[in-house]
């Protein structure tokens, strides 16, 4: 186990290293002047300077990249030069462990920087106030799927060809071929506009609602409800799908017929010793599904203002708000890669021949 987990940290530091590269060249190289991005258009070249030389932004590129590594690792180097970039993003809260003539070397939690936007606030506050959110959406919606998909999927296996089984067949199909913008534009109208005095539900709104008589914020959970629901459809559909078809591929296995020579029950088969054997590949579909949701809800919080790390991204986009950007991709890869190891360890509990 020990030999494993090294092996799959290794592999989690050599993808973020990677997309740590991709991130900076796609976004910290491209055309136009960051320091311009920072400042109103009418500021004078004196003022440009004071902020390159602040960010390091008058560096050559090899060497910006070496300052966003140092930014982005737990332990990194700052140097007593107040003129140094380094020296500027030592603000943050550290623990100093070993100091040389020249800078010290320091414990401290990943630095993605400050928002050009949001003059003066940090990347890791802005993501740390939207990614929450999402992260309920993801949960919620991974979970109707969960429960709802294998739940039907156990039942059409169960009854293979009737009218249940050919409908939800039909269902998963198309729902899997449904993209999440145009769903989320049809649940919203019909829901949320056309339906709204039945359902009670707005065709916009986030977890906290603000209060019209001034005495703060609520939380407004009947928000949840269709940006979940839009969410959550494509997975569900090919949960049933693949519940349903690994289930009857695993019922038609040797010990399952032996099981049911011994007289046992058809719910103790299926409970007992066919669903755990079927659930391998719905456990990849429901992490990799789960990951996305976090990368790809952006279409969903943004026609829902849903105030979530995927619109989050979008205003970022518009006001090109490079550092915000950078950091949310960098937070998705790394929950991508975690989500990968929690699913390694799931199959081995799940599977004797993983163990």
Do not use: C
């Amino acid at each position: 186990m020990i030999a494993f987990l090294t092996n799959k940290l290794l592999y989690a530091f050599a993808v973020l290293l990677g997309v740590s590269g991709l991130v900076f060249v796609l976004f910290y190289v491209v055309p136009g002047d960051p320091a311009r991005m920072m400042l109103d258009e009418k500021a004078g070249e004196e003022q440009l300077e004071q902020l390159r030389k602040k960010y390091g932004l008058d560096k050559p590129v090899s060497m910006q990249f070496v300052y966003y590594l140092n930014d982005l690792s737990f332990v990194s180097w700052h140097s007593s030069n107040s003129e140094n970039y380094t020296n500027n993003a030592l603000q943050q809260k550290h623990f100093a462990f070993t100091e040389t003539t020249n800078g010290t070397w320091v414990f401290k939690w990943p630095f993605l920087r400050e928002s050009f936007h949001k003059k003066g606030k940090q990347v890791s506050d802005i993501i740390g106030e939207t990614l929450p959110n999402t992260m309920i959406l993801a949960i919620t919606a991974i979970t109707i799927s969960i429960v709802i998909g294998i739940t039907i999927g156990i039942f059409s296996a169960l009854y293979k060809d009737s009218w249940f089984d050919k409908f939800w067949t039909v269902f998963g199909t198309f729902g899997m071929s449904l993209p999440s913008f145009f769903t989320a534009i049809i649940i919203a109208w019909l829901f949320g506009y056309v339906l709204s005095s039945a359902t009670g539900l707005g065709m916009t709104g986030s977890l906290y609602t603000v209060d019209d008589l001034g005495r703060g914020r609520y939380l407004d959970l009947k928000n949840l409800i269709l940006p979940a629901v839009t969410l959550g459809i494509r997975p569900l559909g090919v949960v049933i799908q693949l519940m349903r078809n690994s289930l009857l591929e695993t019922m038609s296995q040797d010990y399952i017929r032996t099981a049911k020579a011994k007289g046992l029950s058809t719910r103790t088969i299926v409970l007992k010793h066919a669903l755990r054997n079927s659930l391998n590949p719905v456990v990849t579909t429901i992490s990799g599904w789960f990951a996305s949701m976090l990368a790809g809800a952006v279409f969903v919080e943004f026609i829902f203002g849903w105030n979530g790390l995927g619109k989050q991204i979008v205003d970022a986009l518009n006001f090109q708000d490079l550092p915000v950007v950078m950091g949310a991709v960098l937070v998705i890869a790394l929950l991508f890669v975690i989500i990968n190891i929690l699913v390694d360890l799931i199959y081995a509990w799940l599977d004797p021949k993983m163990r």
